[in-house]
C-alpha cells in the first residue's frame, strides 16, 4: 500500500486525499491551520453569502418595478457576520471534518510539516509533540495568503484584508480598497452597499483587470452610478495614519491625490504558503513569483513530490484546485499520467453586475495570432433582462474568422456566473458561431442572450421577434 503524505487541509488536499483513498493508499494529511483552506473558511462561502445579504439589503431600496414600495430598515453587520459563522463552521464539519471519518486510511494531524530530505517530514504537532514521518510520495497543498505590495507605510497602519472585513463586526463611514480585482470589487460592492462610502484604488487601467477591457470599464460605470468612487491607473505611493484613519497617497495619471478613509482594506493579490517548508531540503523549485513550479501533470521539480492548489501557479479557483488535487494524487499513487486541462477556465467575479468569463479575451487572440470576429450585445436585447426592468450589463464573443470558432465568451450581467457554463462547454467543444446560434435555448431566461449574441454575427436582433429562430 503506497502511502501519500499531504501538506495542508483545504479543497485541493481534500480531493487528493478522497482520490489516493480511492485507489487504495493510505493518506496523512498535515494542516498546520484550520481545516477547509481559504474557500470555506474566509473566500467563496462567507464571502458570496454577505454579499448576498448586501444586494437584498440594495434590491429594497433600488428596484425599477412601479407599485412595490421601498422599506428602509437597519443593517446588523454583526448578526450577519454571525449567521455567515455557523454556515462556515457547518460546512468546515460536514464537508472536511466528517468526510475523514468516511475514510478509515486517511489520518489527519493538526500540525505544521517541514522537509528534512526529498521522501521526508519531521511534523510539530498542535500538541508541541516532534514527529518524523517517510512517505512513498508527498503532495504539497499548502494554499495562498493575501499579499502586501512594497508600499511605504503600509506595514506601519491597522488594515484589512478579506479575512478582515469578512469577519467586522460594523460598517467603516469611509472605505478605501487597494486593488480592484475580483476580491477588490466584491468587497467594495458588498460595504458599499451595507452604507460605506467606498473608494477603490486600482493601478491597471480598469477594473477585473484580467478580464475583457469592455467588461471593467462597464462595471466602473455601474458602480459609480452606486456611488462607489473608482481610480483606475491609479498606484498607491504610501500609508499613514490620520485623524484616527487611514491617509493613502497615490499616483493617478502622473499626478499625486490623497485619499482619507476610516478603514484600509488591500487586496492586491496572493503568495503562496511555503516558507515554512524548507523547499530546498527536498529540493523543490519554485518560479519567479514564489510558488511552488508544476507541469501539467502536476509534477514538481523533484520525482515523488506533487503540488497543486493555490500554493501553485495555476488559476486560484477551488474547482481547478480540486481537479488538480485528484489528478495530483491519481498521479501519484497510481503512477498515472494525467494532464491538467485548463482550455476551457470559467471566471466569476461576484459583483452585481456578476462578471464571467472563459477563453480568450479579444486582446489576447490578437496577441496570439488569431484573425478574430467580434459580437458585443448589450443585455437590453435580451427579454429577460427587460422583463427584469435590469438591463445592465452585454455579452461579448469572440471567434476565429476562417471557421467561426469561439475562442471566447465574456459576460456581465446579474446571472453572468450561471450563463457562463454555456460559453464553457462552447469553448472546451470547440463549437462555432453557428452552433449557438441553431440551438434551442429556453426563452425568457439570461443564457439566451448567448443564442442571441451568436446570431448577431448574422443578423440584426433588434429587428427579430422575441423568439425568431
Known amino acids: 500500500m503506497r502511502h501519500l503524505a499531504i501538506l495542508g487541509g483545504g479543497s485541493a488536499a481534500f480531493a487528493a486525499a478522497i482520490r489516493a483513498a480511492e485507489l487504495g ?50 443593517i446588523d453587520l454583526a448578526r450577519l457576520v454571525a449567521q455567515k459563522d455557523e454556515l462556515v463552521g457547518r460546512l468546515r464539519r460536514e464537508k472536511y471534518r466528517d468526510v475523514i471519518s468516511a475514510y478509515p486510511s486517511i489520518e489527519y494531524l493538526a500540525g505544521e510539516a517541514r522537509f528534512t530530505g526529498p521522501g521526508s517530514l519531521r511534523i510539530r504537532k498542535a500538541a508541541g509533540e516532534t514527529l518524523d514521518l517517510e512517505a512513498d510520495r508527498i503532495l504539497i497543498a499548502t494554499g495562498a495568503r493575501p499579499w502586501l505590495p512594497p508600499i511605504e507605510g503600509l506595514d506601519r497602519v491597522p488594515r484589512w484584508t478579506n479575512a478582515e472585513a469578512l469577519a467586522a463586526d460594523g460598517v467603516p463611514s469611509r472605505l478605501i480598497v487597494i486593488g480592484g480585482s475580483a476580491v477588490g470589487a466584491e468587497l467594495a460592492q458588498l460595504y458599499a452597499r ?22 471593467g470599464r462597464a462595471l466602473e460605470d455601474y ?20 485623524g484616527g484613519g487611514i491617509r493613502v497617497v497615490a499616483e493617478v495619471d502622473g499626478r499625486e491625490q490623497a485619499f482619507e478613509g476610516e478603514r484600509l482594506l488591500v487586496a492586491t493579490g496572493r503568495r503562496a504558503n511555503v516558507e515554512a517548508l524548507d523547499l530546498p531540503a527536498a529540493g523543490v523549485d519554485l518560479e519567479r513569483r514564489g510558488f ?18 493555490d500554493c501553485t501557479p495555476l488559476p486560484q479557483f477551488v474547482y481547478v484546485a480540486a481537479r488538480a488535487g485528484s489528478i495530483a494524487a491519481e498521479n501519484a499513487v497510481g503512477e498515472g499520467e494525467e494532464r491538467l486541462d485548463l482550455t476551457a477556465v470559467p471566471a466569476v467575479t461576484f459583483t452585481d453586475p456578476q462578471v464571467a468569463s472563459v477563453g480568450l479575451t479579444e486582446e489576447e487572440a490578437r496577441e496570439r495570432g488569431e484573425i478574430v470576429i467580434v459580437r458585443t ?53 470547440g463549437l462555432g458561431i453557428s452552433d449557438l446560434a441553431a440551438t434551442l435555448f429556453p426563452y425568457l431566461t439570461e443564457v439566451e442572450g448567448l443564442r442571441l449574441a451568436a446570431q448577431t454575427f ?9 423568439c425568431a429562430g
Open 292 to 309: 511552488v513550479a508544476v507541469d501539467d501533470h502536476l509534477r514538481t521539480s523533484r520525482p515523488g513530490i506533487y503540488a497543486c492548489g
Open 25 to 74: 493508499a493510505r493518506v496523512t494529511m498535515v494542516e498546520r491551520a484550520t481545516i477547509g483552506g481559504t474557500c470555506v473558511n474566509v473566500g467563496c462561502v462567507p464571502s458570496k453569502t454577505l454579499i448576498r445579504a448586501a444586494q437584498l439589503a440594495h434590491d429594497r431600496e433600488q428596484h425599477a418595478f412601479e407599485g412595490l414600495s421601498s422599506a428602509n430598515g437597519r
Open 194 to 215: 451595507l452604507g460605506s462610502r467606498v473608494t477603490v484604488l486600482e493601478a491597471l487601467p480598469t477594473l477585473v483587470p484580467v478580464e475583457d477591457a469592455d467588461l
Open 458 to 466: 448574422h443578423r440584426r436582433v433588434e429587428q427579430l421577434s422575441c
Open 223 to 242: 458602480f459609480s452610478a452606486e456611488g462607489i468612487e473608482v481610480h483606475t491607473g491609479a498606484a498607491a505611493r504610501g500609508v499613514e495614519p490620520r
Open 377 to 429: 450585445l448589450g443585455m437590453e436585447h435580451v427579454p429577460r433582462a427587460l422583463a427584469n426592468r435590469d438591463t445592465r450589463g452585454l455579452i461579448k464573443v469572440v471567434a476565429r474568422e476562417a471557421d467561426g470558432r469561439i475562442l471566447g465568451v465574456h459576460v456581465l450581467s446579474p446571472a453572468a456566473g450561471e450563463v457562463i457554463m454555456t460559453g464553457v462547454l462552447a469553448v472546451k467543444l
